[in-house]
């Protein structure tokens, strides 16, 4: 997976990672499908989007029979862990990041995610 810096993804870029770590690849249509209706964009928009995030090397893009498909580079936790670090320290203002238990309910994380997800933001706050 890729390095994460200088990688904060826009709400409609962290929405098409959302689908790709649940679907693991998909095509740009897919993609289309899913979140059209949320965005109101049109197909080209979103492969431009997608281009974009396979600049910052957020996604992957490979060829497959003619059809681009499209695969996440960078892992969900790693992914989130950063960026809940992030709004805990820049907005919150807090010098502690708060505890798994806040995100237990999300259809986002498996329980092993959240476990991995306590891990890193203990390192996080390590140094």
């Known amino acids: 997976m890729t390095d994460l810096k200088g ?3 826009t709400k409609p870029e962290l929405a098409i990672l959302k689908l790709l770590w649940r679907s693991k690849e998909m095509s740009a249509r897919e993609i289309h499908r899913e979140i ?5 964009w049109s197909y080209s928009t979103v ?4 281009e974009r995030m396979a600049d910052k090397k957020l ?3 490979t ?8 695969e996440p580079q960078v892992g969900k936790v790693a992914m989130l862990s950063r960026m809940i ?5 820049r907005v919150l203002e807090l ?5 798994t238990a806040f995100f237990a309910d999300s259809k986002l994380l498996s329980e092993e995610e959240l476990a991995e997800l306590e891990d ?3 390192k996080t706050e390590a140094e």
């Open 7 to 9: 990688t904060d993804p």
């Open 36 to 40: 059209e209706s949320e965005f109101g």
């Open 47 to 50: 492969r431009t989007v997608l």
């Open 59 to 61: 996604i992957s893009k």
């Open 63 to 70: 060829p497959v029979d003619g059809v681009n498909m499209y």
């Open 85 to 89: 670090a992030d709004f805990s320290k």
């Open 95 to 99: 010098d502690t990041t708060p505890a």
């Open 120 to 122: 890193v933001l203990k």
